[in-house]
């Protein structure tokens, strides 16, 4: 018999009859190779499993606690550089406002009256916008597609509240 | 309910307690992988603690119908082979075979008979030196067989490989094995005569 199917045997770790176990030990008596592949075999079937040394899962313990320290401070660290990255924008958004508070105070005053001003008459002027808008917009639009556009908007505030949900949960533990 | 699922639910709402009980459960197959992948003791026990880390916070993205020996056994091996990949680094002194990980045994003297279990122990050092030599994946696929006892479909899920894959990589592994088994002789033995005292 040629050597093929008992290579075949050996790596497949096929179930043998009696007579093909026979002629399997015949062949492994005279080839070498199928001789080492069945003792590689059998030695890696009675390897034995190694054990850490004691107290594995207190140093596991140990090792999740400077972890999770290690997280703990990367977050405040995190939160920190944000509050003050944005103190900073703040501050520099603010710069001119707040250089004017040092001028006369007649000079700030007026500022403030008129922004003052400006607040109130943007704001008028949006809503006078907005109420012709509606206005026009109620009478273009069939109520359909008022129920459509609501229904969107209530989709996207879903979804924008459970993404804010879903990205502000902190794991509990695992 | 078994015990291991109790644990795993349990791990999952945050019990520490739980998530300890499966660390003691699989800390010697996830160290024994671990060190016949990295073949020190030292790297053994950092890789199989980062496992459990690496389980912990993975956990709630485990599957519940998987076997968790096999999750975990899977994290380990991963981790294994990119440790290995990234440091380009096989050592694998397996001069080490105890099982509290000394570098150092004495042969069994209670076992019926110690020269025997020597010789074992000799083959085994010697096959698993040429362990080493196989690539990463294959290597983590003849431990997950011959260690584990895990089927090729077992192997292929834990290593992300298709059956068929598992089962070129096996052969090619025993191959080379064998291979390097014929070609490298073994260390002659000092042969010791029938009145010479084991000490000499």
């Known amino acids: 018999m040629k050597h093929q199917p008992f290579e075949e045997w050996l790596l497949n770790e096929t179930p043998l009859s009696h007579a093909q176990k026979r002629e399997l030990d015949l062949h492994v008596r005279s080839c070498a190779y199928c001789s080492a592949l069945l003792q590689t075999e059998k030695i890696l079937r009675s390897a034995k499993m190694a054990a850490p040394a004691e107290g594995f ?24 550089l944000f509050l003050l990255a944005g103190t900073f924008f703040l501050f520099w958004l603010a710069a001119p406002s707040l250089l004017a508070l040092f001028a006369s105070p007649q000079a700030w005053i007026a500022e403030m009256v008129k922004w003052g001003i400006f607040f109130v008459t943007t704001l008028q002027a949006v809503m006078q916008a907005g109420t012709v808008l509606l206005r026009v917009v109620a009478d273009f639009l069939p109520p359909f597609a008022w129920l459509i ?14 993404s804010l949900w879903r990205f502000t949960r902190v794991s509990q533990g695992v | ?30 160290y024994n992988l671990c060190y016949r992948m990295l073949g020190e003791p030292e790297l053994a026990e950092d890789a199989a603690q980062e496992t459990f880390l690496r389980a912990y916070q993975g956990l709630h993205r485990y599957d519940t119908s998987r076997p968790f020996g096999t999750w975990i056994l899977s994290i380990a091996a991963h981790y294994c082979i990119d440790t290995l990949r990234r440091k380009k680094f096989a050592l694998f002194s397996m001069d080490a075979e105890t099982d509290d990980g000394a570098t150092f045994e004495m042969p069994d003297a209670s076992a019926l008979d110690p020269e025997t279990e020597s010789v074992r122990r000799e ?13 990463t ?19 292929a899920n834990a290593l992300n490989l298709t059956v068929s894959a598992v089962k070129s ?7 080379a094995l064998a291979g390097m088994w014929q070609e490298e002789p073994a260390p002659a033995r000092p042969e010791r005569r029938a009145y010479e005292t084991p000490a000499f």
């Open chain 2, 169 to 175: 990589r096996l052969h090619r592994a025993r191959r």
């Open chain 1, 57 to 80: 899962s207190a140093r596991f313990q140990a090792r999740l606690a400077e972890r999770r320290l290690a997280d703990h401070r990367r977050r405040l660290r995190g939160v920190f």
């Open chain 2, 137 to 155: 994946t294959d290597r983590a696929a003849v431990i997950l067989r011959y260690w584990y006892d895990f089927s090729e479909v077992e192997i």
């Open chain 2, 123 to 135: 083959q085994r050092d010697r096959l698993h030196l040429f362990l080493k030599k196989l690539e």
């Open chain 2, 1 to 30: 309910m078994t015990d291991e699922k109790t644990w795993v639910l349990q791990a999952q709402q945050g019990s520490d307690e739980a998530f300890t009980q499966l660390v003691e459960t699989y800390q010697k197959p996830v």
């Open chain 1, 149 to 162: 556009l609501i229904s969107a908007f209530a989709g996207f505030s879903l979804i924008w509240s459970i």
